[in-house]
C-alpha cells in the first residue's frame, strides 16, 4: 500500500515524462512503458523531445529505444515507494491544518498545457497566469480551472475565422487575479488581458457565455 499521505498522481504522458527526466541527473528512476502494440519496454529516460514526439530508453542490457510518445498506452514506476517524490509536487493531499501545501492539480501545469493547446492549435503563444493565492481550497482551486478552461475554450472559437484568429493572435498574456468584487470582469492592457474575480465566491451560472462576450469586445 502507499503512504496514506499521497494520492494517485494523475496527468498527462508529456506531464509525467518530463517529471521524470527532470530527476535524471540526480537519480535516474526506472520506469516501464507498455506501447498499443503490446511491447513493453524498461529502462531509463535519457532523452525527451516533445517537439518530435520521441523518447530515448536506456536499459542496463546496453540496449537503446526509440519510442514515440504517441504509441505509448501506459507508462510505469518502479520501485514507486521509493520515487514518490517524482510525484509529491502536486500528489500531496491538501492539509487542513496545512494550508500551504500545493493544491491536488497544478494552476501552473493547467496554464502550462493550455498553452501548448493553444500553440499546437493555433499557431500563437499566449501566457496564462494564474493568481498567487497562498490559501489553497478546493472552492478555488474549481473556480481557477473553470475560468481558465472557459477563457480557452471562448478563444478557440473565436479564432474559428481568420479575423478571429488575428485578434486573438495580438494577446501575449492573460492574467487571473483575485479580487473582493464578484463581479467578473475582464481588461485588456496593451496586449495583456486581465480576468478578475473573487474566486471564494460561487462561478455565475452563465459564466462561459460572459467571459465569451467579454473577451469579444475586449479584443
Avoid: W
Wanted: negative net charge; aromatic residues 8%.
Amino acid at each position: 500500500m502507499l503512504p496514506s499521505s499521497y494520492e494517485i498522481f494523475i496527468s498527462s504522458f508529456d506531464k509525467i515524462l518530463e517529471r521524470i527526466k527532470q530527476k535524471e541527473n540526480i537519480e535516474p528512476p526506472k520506469i516501464v512503458l507498455n506501447d498499443k502494440f503490446g511491447h513493453c519496454y524498461i529502462g531509463f529516460l535519457t532523452h525527451l523531445d516533445l517537439d518530435n514526439r520521441v523518447l530515448v530508453l536506456y536499459s542496463k542490457e546496453d540496449v537503446i529505444t526509440y519510442i514515440q510518445i504517441e504509441n505509448i498506452a501506459s507508462i510505469g514506476l518502479l520501485n514507486a515507494k521509493t520515487k514518490l517524490h517524482l510525484l509529491e509536487i502536486n500528489n500531496k493531499k491538501v492539509n487542513a491544518f496545512d494550508s500551504k501545501l500545493e493544491p491536488a492539480i497544478s494552476l501552473d501545469e493547467k496554464s502550462e498545457m493550455i498553452e501548448e493547446a493553444i500553440k499546437k492549435n493555433l499557431g500563437i503563444k499566449i501566457k496564462f497566469i494564474p493568481p498567487n493565492i497562498e490559501m489553497y481550497d478546493s472552492v478555488v482551486i474549481d473556480n481557477v480551472l473553470s475560468l481558465i478552461d472557459s477563457t480557452f475554450d471562448s478563444l478557440m472559437e473565436i479564432a474559428d475565422d481568420e479575423f478571429g484568429k488575428n485578434l486573438v493572435s495580438k494577446v501575449d498574456a492573460i492574467e487571473f487575479v483575485n479580487v473582493d468584487n464578484n463581479f467578473l470582469s475582464l481588461t485588456k492592457t496593451n496586449n495583456r488581458i486581465t480576468l478578475k474575480y473573487c474566486l471564494s465566491k460561487s462561478l455565475p451560472n452563465d459564466y462561459n457565455s460572459l467571459i465569451k462576450n467579454k473577451l469579444e469586445k475586449t479584443l
